[in-house]
């Protein structure tokens, strides 16, 4: 009983957290992969898979090849050039994954 008391104070943080829309990425990406580690129906290489921990790709598209951002959903513009959006991109998920 003493360990469900425990666990439950625990995630206390990361329920409030949520349900006050104040959730960080990186508390986001522990509770996904506390409830993965917890969900009896996935198989162990399932598990594994789900712990994603290599590469990450960042893709930067403008207006300014109408028919490529058609294809990809950008229907305004983001910043005033593509390496703009790659220089913010970048930043963002270096404090993200950090």
Do not use: C, Q
């Not at 943080?13 to 992969?33: P, V, W």
């Not at 005033?80 to 220089?87: D, G, L, V």
């Amino acid at each position: 009983m003493a360990d469900l008391e425990k666990n439950e104070r625990g995630n206390f943080g990361l329920n409030a957290a949520y349900s006050d829309g104040k959730m960080t990425f990186g508390e986001a990406m522990a509770r996904f992969g506390e409830r993965v580690e917890k969900d009896a129906s996935l198989k162990p290489g399932t598990k594994e898979h789900r712990k994603y921990d290599g590469d990450v790709a960042l893709e930067s598209v403008t207006l300014d090849l109408p028919r490529i951002a058609r294809s990809a959903g950008v229907w305004r513009r983001m910043e005033p050039t593509r390496n703009e959006i790659a220089r913010d991109g970048v930043n963002f998920l270096r404090k993200v994954l950090a």
